[in-house]
């Protein structure tokens, strides 16, 4: 059954009609649905073609149904990360991708299961991949009756590719491959693909899932020399997009077109497809190397902690992890509130888990329960999370402090001041805000504010006792005082004026508002006055201060720090 002799070099496959000859018949004969859209090319019309409801509820038409704006979209940001990584030495003239180079599919999962119904008759034809790897290429092959056939990977990690070739046969129409590898984390060899993808017959996919934290362009920019090679991108990634489900395949504008025509018509969604957009033009490249950064001092403390006996190299956002006792540490991790993937049943991955690389914050919570410190449990925090047109702002408190804090809104100096509210309150934050500042920082400071005290509330309101309290803190020439009482009930007194508008980029005037928000939102009582010359110092005192006052008035010990009050202790 052997016929690698027979496989044609890439370069020959471009000479011939080479796809029409590997792709399924009835593929290849397919009258596609064509959508009412589709047929009408006008800018302005009376829709009366398919059936929609003419009343705009927001939603009432049918979506793009080629996505054409996130492909041009999508494009771009895959060019500009090309050019980012890409060698002109060793490539001269890379291969750009066309919004026709582009299929836009339901996740990469769509695409999978797409080439895999495109080119294998069921029943008949296989595909080929690697063991241990993703694990929906062996799912779509079984849905779809088509045969799969694995290479175990060697100890390394790297493929043995004559194997590989030699366990295709005529009938062999896909080899996926996915580099960087889940869950090995490692890229596989550039020279090991290029030597498969010219003499393999049928379509490479290589899975590029994890690309964006390799610092490698990939495989896209060879798309043009080899027609053969189909490469797989994702938004649930690096993109942090996992929720929309888009994923990409880019490859030659033939079999993108097979790729559309087979297809639902309106497979992406308009919210999706505009969530998409949004996001691949908003990218935050400041965010991939924070988690690189943090993958390689994970990688760095874990390889130094007791039960740890291998910490694979990883080109991507997770680290497979050899422990002496895997179920234990993923138990012990179980019970902190700390859930990784457990790989140890996996071949050639006995006793690993496969750990995600978190915020800062995540990581270290991680790295004490595996050192066998105390950690306090996730589940004793309290999270919350709004979302609004303007803001997405999630918090989670720890009232028990121990942790450091993770504080991003965006905003510099108001992280700055919130971080002084965490240190002097002793209450560990991680605040994640995204909103709308190229508007101003109105609305993520006052949704901030407004999550914030919500879950300061729901703190208060599950101690014991409340307590008021004072506390005046002075910055070499400002002091601030600040009154709070936990009691229940809003009251907001602001005696404090700024000499300026602004303390760096921060308008002074959200101070007031940022503490008003928070209290009526925490529902407790709150004064504050403050003199001095320095905005600045004003500012950063009031924060303080309130951050005493409040560990104080949270504190079990009453009667240490009690306030005179003619009603007592509430
Ligand atoms: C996560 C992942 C994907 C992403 O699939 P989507 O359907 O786009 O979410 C694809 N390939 C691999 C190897 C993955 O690990």
Redesign the pocket.
């Known amino acids: 059954m052997k016929e690698t002799t027979k496989i044609k070099n890439s370069k020959e496959l471009k000479e011939i009609n080479w796809v029409e000859n590997i792709i399924r018949p009835n593929i290849r004969e397919l009258k596609p649905y064509s959508t009412a859209r589709d047929e009408s090319n006008l800018k302005c019309a009376v829709y009366l073609d398919a059936n929609e409801s003419p009343y705009n509820s927001g939603y009432n038409r049918y979506p793009d149904p080629h996505s054409i704006e996130l492909k041009r979209v999508a494009a771009e940001s895959i060019c500009k990360q090309l050019s980012r990584f890409i060698d002109p030495e060793v490539i001269e003239e890379p291969f750009m991708p066309k919004p026709e180079n582009i299929f836009a599919g339901n996740?990469?999962?769509?695409a999978i299961d797409l080439l895999i119904r495109i080119f294998c008759t069921p029943g008949r034809d296989n595909i080929i991949s690697l063991s241990p790897?993703?694990g929906?290429y062996k799912v779509c092959a079984s849905i779809n009756d088509v045969a799969y056939r694995e290479l175990s990977l060697n100890t390394d990690f790297s493929f043995d590719k004559e194997r590989l070739l030699q366990m295709c046969d005529s009938y062999s129409k896909v080899i996926f491959l996915?580099s960087p590898n889940?869950p090995t984390g490692n890229l596989l060899k550039k020279d090991d693909l290029i030597w498969i993808i010219e003499r393999f017959h049928g379509v490479v996919a290589v899975?590029e899932?994890?690309i964006d934290f390799a610092c490698d362009a990939g495989f896209i920019p060879l798309i043009d020399n080899y027609p053969n090679l189909v490469v797989?991108r994702?938004?649930?990634?690096a993109k942090g997009m996992?929720a929309i489900?888009?994923?990409f395949a880019i490859s030659s504008q033939k079999i993108i077109a097979y790729m559309e025509r087979v297809k639902y018509p309106y497979n992406i969604g308009r919210v999706n497809q505009e969530l998409a957009v949004k996001a691949l033009r908003e990218s935050d490249p400041t965010l991939v190397e924070t988690v690189i950064g943090e993958r390689e001092m994970l990688a760095e403390s874990l390889r130094r902690s007791p039960g740890v006996e291998t910490v694979y190299p990883s080109d991507s956002n997770f680290l497979l992890v050899k422990f002496a006792d895997a179920k234990q540490v993923y138990k012990s991790l179980l019970s902190a509130g700390i859930v990784t993937r457990e790989r140890g049943d996996v071949a050639g991955c006995s006793q690993t888990l496969r750990i995600t690389v978190g915020k800062p914050l995540e990581n270290r919570a991680l790295l004490s329960v595996i050192n066998g410190g105390s950690s306090n449990k996730i589940g004793d925090c309290i999270e919350l999370s709004r979302v609004t047109k303007e803001t997405r702002v999630q918090v989670r408190i720890y009232p028990q402090g121990g942790r450091d804090s993770d504080i991003r809104t965006g905003v510099g100096f108001f992280d700055h001041m919130l971080e002084q509210i965490s240190v002097h309150s002793g209450i560990s934050m991680d605040i994640d805000a995204v909103g709308d500042l190229n508007v101003d920082p109105h609305h993520t400071v006052e949704d901030v504010a407004i999550v914030l005290g919500e879950a300061f509330k729901r703190m208060i309101s599950a101690k014991k006792g409340y307590n008021r309290y004072g506390f005046v803190l002075p910055m070499d020439e400002s002091r601030a005082e600040v009154l709070l009482d936990l009691g229940g009930r809003y009251t907001f007194v602001w005696s404090v004026s700024f000499s300026g508008e602004r303390v760096g980029e921060f308008p002074c005037e959200m101070f007031r508002h940022f503490f008003s928000t928070l209290s009526a939102s925490g529902l407790f009582t709150l004064h504050i006055s403050a003199q001095g010359e320095n905005d600045h110092h004003k500012a950063e005192a009031i924060f303080k201060a309130f951050a005493r006052a409040l560990r104080i008035a949270l504190s079990n010990d009453v009667n240490a720090y009690q306030t005179p009050s003619s009603k007592g202790v509430i």
């Open positions: 996740g990469s999962d769509e790897t993703y929906m996915c889940n899975d899932a994890y797989l994702t938004m649930s990634k996992a489900r888009v994923g």
